[in-house]
């Protein structure tokens, strides 16, 4: 089953994936885990570690504390606008071509390398609230993401392949 994939310009799209890439561990671990956007998590952490810094500032006997938060706010600053920019960047990418067949899921950008992974690497199928995560069992193997309009298509493939043993929905 081939059919394509509409990411380009999706923004909510790449902020999932991009949490998903930067949390890829926990997935691993506890697949069921909800996703968030990373844009938000680094604003919650900026203003967390602003208010640290600025009740700590006062406080005599707290002064290391305010360094060590600033500090981490200015990493957190600094890991915000890397995402907003690589963000940027992840929209200016086509849309993609996914096949799915019997040996597993390829997907193929156009004009570009094309990934696959083959059924016995693939680890999880994880439906989230705008893509869906194809994560391989180890690191050899790059994970796969399709946009959730692609959610009944995936479903069928996985359906005919006798592979919905794999597939947790997330998007609950």
Known sequence: MTFNNYEKENKKYYEEIMYISSNYYIFKKRPKTK??????VFLLYIILFSLIFL????????????VIAF??????????????YKLREFMKHNNSI???DETGI?????????????WDAIEYIIINKYSISILPKNFAHF????????????????????????????SI
Request: net charge positive; charged share 20%; proline share 1%.
């Open 71 to 84: 500090i981490i706010l200015i990493i957190y600053i600094y890991l915000l606008v890397e995402t907003k």
């Open 143 to 170: 994970a796969i993401y399709i946009e959730i309009n692609a959610k009944n298509n995936v479903y069928k493939a996985l359906k005919k392949f006798n592979k919905l043993d794999l597939l947790i929905d997330n």
């Open 98 to 100: 996914i096949t799915i």
């Open 35 to 40: 996703t968030h956007s990373l844009v938000k």
């Open 55 to 66: 009740s700590c500032l006062f406080i005599p006997n707290l002064y290391i504390l305010s």
């Open 106 to 118: 390829e997907n193929k950008e156009e004009n570009e390398t094309s990934s696959k992974l083959y």
